[in-house]
């Protein structure tokens, strides 16, 4: 987990799923991608074209380039500067789409990342919608015991030698699954459902448990 990321951060992860492709824009690649707050509220991560609510990610499909070629010249010029003014790190078309010439202009010159893909818009938002859901979640560490009991995420907590790892061999002994040991850090990817992965560093036996990870998402107990 992450606290921000960077167009070229994402590029590196998904640019073979999504397929994406450079069209203008690459000095842009430091520019961020965060949960961050402005006296305005908080920008979305990524949507559908937005001038009044602009998303991090700006994604522009069939409807969005269809009203683009369909606005006057000064005003589609005045939406397009808007677009590449600072205001969203990333510019994605859509469904094969040919960008605006004037766009590809304006994304080079103000070093705002300009991208493309094969895929629908509706389908690239939800994957990068669950992509960031993962990657840019709150997390916490929390020490103790986390096991798998009847398909149920259970994390045993409490003082050092008050007999966890005792209860922990207990239920093993009775064939239920220890999932991570020590510091399972926790992530709410949506309200009300945590998801757990381990830290950096951890020990082989505890990765090997990794199946049981699905099975004890978003039920976590003390």
């Known amino acids: 987990m992450t606290d921000s990321l ?13 397929g994406l492709t450079w069209v203008a824009g690459t000095q842009g690649g430091g520019r961020s991608i965060s949960h961050r707050s402005t006296p305005h509220g908080s920008p979305s991560l990524v949507g559908h074209l937005n001038i009044i609510h602009p998303n991090q ?8 380039m269809r009203y683009l070629w369909s606005l006057r010249k000064n005003s589609q010029r005045d ?3 808007q677009l590449c003014s600072g205001a969203s790190s990333m510019l994605i078309v859509t469904d094969n789409l040919e960008p605006l010439p004037e766009l590809r202009t304006l994304s080079e010159r103000q070093s705002v990342p300009l991208l493309r893909t094969a895929l629908p818009s509706h389908e690239l938002i939800n994957i990068l919608r ?13 020490h103790g015991v986390f096991m798998e009991v009847l398909g149920i995420g259970v994390l045993l907590t409490g003082d050092s030698a008050v007999g966890k790892s005792e209860l922990a061999l207990e239920l093993i002994s009775r064939g239920h699954r220890l999932v991570a040991d020590d510091a399972p850090e926790f992530a709410r990817i949506a309200p009300g459902h945590p998801a757990w992965h ?6 082989e036996f505890s990765r090997g ?9 978003g039920h976590v107990r003390r």
């Open 198 to 203: 381990l830290p950096a560093g951890a020990g």
């Open 57 to 64: 990610i700006q994604v522009l499909g069939n409807d969005e």
């Open 79 to 81: 939406i397009l500067e």
């Open 6 to 18: 960077t167009v070229s951060n994402i590029m590196e992860v998904m640019e073979e799923r999504l």
């Open 130 to 142: 669950y992509f960031f859901s993962n990657k840019l979640a709150e997390t916490t560490t929390l």
């Open 209 to 217: 448990e990794g199946a049981g990870r699905a099975q004890c998402e």
